[in-house]
């Protein structure tokens, strides 16, 4: 069962507490409303029992031997009958046919109810519920036999009542009953629904606070609102999160620290090695050695630039150089520097242009270059299996979007929501930083894109940066 609207706590809460308390109500409602309708029933039938006694053993008494005589003196005793305005009397012979009644009921009518019957056949007085079968309306019926020498029946004194207006009476309390419980079961809804608010909206707010936590808003913080178990998780999490900060605040200027330390060093191996390069009086594997220590110089002080690119973002020093720029000259511009470097390695380039024409966006152009760049060489890196890229840019309502797509193996499923955070290589033997799509994805985030990987079906991996048209939108 779902409740529009209601969702997690809130939806488990009203299924598991008012579903019951509603079904509880439900049936003390019908439980009381049988009550009242038994009691009332019960008051008229022993209300006309008591009096049906008490006429029975009076008229009982001036019972002679003759058949003539009980006639008569039961034809006197209807047309005395003070309660004829709302109950009808009637005398019955042993057989069950009416002799006379207070209402006019034809003499030598046939009574089917059993509790005429039951009377002559047990000597007691007995009732019956039901409707007219004349009029439909319906009856309570109370038969007393009228009792001879040796408890003999001559008759039956049969007192008849609508139940109409008790009907009514009964009614009148179900409705009110109804909408007693309707009361109960409202002000339980309300209650509920503000009690699972004073939890839901906490819980709310802290679950917002920690995913900001997880996308690395560290050091943020919630107000304590409750002097209770909530307010101690939010204590709690308020002291994670400044811990978080202090430690990834440490880590940062750790990293950025030995990253400008790295620098000089290895400034003066690389201009070395490229000194001693030029030198005729090396050998042939000297020179070799001084190419590989110039080679790996040159990775290690990329990934310096890296570290030191990505300490700057997250410690806001790094600022973008906004202004209108066609993002697909830029590509263009990135493509031509990579054909040959691809060729070379013998993989092919492959550029869609747009089939509309793009704006120019407002974006940083050296920026957006660092991204293009650093995603063609994961492409040819990671994707040199497949000897194939294919770079392509649209614009899809308000939004510009420029892929790369290779036909390598891809990213594994395990890694694909990990690849963009800082230092995660997952299962890759490739050799790097685990940052150049972390600082690819900040950089991004900054132009208020967005930047998606996706595993092709046939193969491969297809990564999108997605820029908006303006940033005002």
């Known amino acids: 069962m779902k409740w529009p609207g209601f969702t997690g706590i809130t939806r488990r809460w009203m299924m598991n507490t008012v579903l019951i308390v509603v079904a509880f109500v439900l049936l003390a409602s019908i439980a009381v409303t049988l009550a009242f309708a038994n009691y009332y029933v019960d008051s008229v039938r022993t209300g006309l029992q008591a009096k049906a006694q008490t006429a029975a053993d009076f008229f009982a008494s001036y019972i002679t031997r003759t058949y003539a005589e009980y006639y008569d003196s039961a034809y006197r005793y209807t047309e005395a009958f003070e309660d004829a305005d709302r109950l009808e009397l009637q005398f019955l012979n042993s057989l069950g ?6 209402y006019g009921v034809t003499a030598g009518a046939k009574i089917r109810t059993p509790d005429v019957a039951e009377a002559v056949k047990s000597g007691e007085i007995c009732s019956w519920r039901g409707r007219n079968p004349n009029t439909g309306e319906p009856i309570l019926s109370v038969s007393a036999p009228l009792l001879y020498s040796e408890d003999q029946v001559v008759g039956v004194m049969r007192y008849v009542t609508s139940m109409r207006l008790v009907n009514q009476a009964i009614g009148r309390s179900a409705l009110v009953i ?15 629904l503000y009690f699972i608010r004073s939890v839901v909206a906490p819980v709310r707010e802290i679950n917002h606070l920690v995913r900001r936590i997880a996308d690395g808003s560290y050091g943020v913080k919630i107000s304590k609102k409750y002097q209770d178990e909530m307010g101690d998780l939010v204590e709690s999490i308020n002291d994670m999160s400044i811990k978080i900060s202090q ?13 400008h330390e790295l620098r000089t060093p290895l400034t003066a191996i690389t201009g070395w090695a490229e000194t001693l390069e030029y030198d005729p009086e090396l050998d042939e594997d000297a020179r070799r050695g001084i190419g590989i220590i110039l080679k790996e110089a040159r990775r290690l002080t990329g990934m310096v630039e890296e570290l030191l690119e990505f300490t700057r973002l997250q410690d806001g020093r790094f600022t973008l150089n906004v202004e209108e720029t066609d993002v697909e000259a830029v590509l263009e511009d990135v493509i031509f520097t990579y054909t040959e470097l691809l060729r070379q390695e ?10 509309r024409e793009i704006p120019e966006i407002p974006a940083d152009a050296e920026r957006l270059k660092q991204v293009f760049l650093n995603l063609l060489d994961n492409a040819r890196k990671y994707g040199r299996d497949g000897k194939r890229i294919i770079a392509a840019v649209e614009r899809e309502g308000k939004w510009v979007f420029v892929t790369f797509r290779d036909f390598g193996p891809g990213v594994p499923e395990d890694d694909l929501e990990n690849v963009k955070k800082k230092f995660y290589k997952g299962s890759s033997k490739e050799r790097g930083s685990g940052i150049g799509l972390a600082v690819c994805d900040e950089i991004i985030k900054y132009h208020s894109g967005r930047l998606v990987l996706q595993n092709m079906t046939d193969g491969g991996l297809k990564v999108t940066v997605m820029l908006p048209v303006s940033l005002e939108e």
């Open 97 to 102: 046919y009416v002799e006379t009644s207070s």
């Open 178 to 192: 109804t909408a007693v419980g309707l009361a109960i079961i409202l002000v339980v809804v309300l209650t509920s």
């Open 346 to 355: 013998g993989m092919q380039l492959e550029y869609s242009p747009s089939e």
């Open 247 to 259: 430690s990834e605040k440490a880590q940062t200027e750790f990293v950025s620290s030995v990253s």
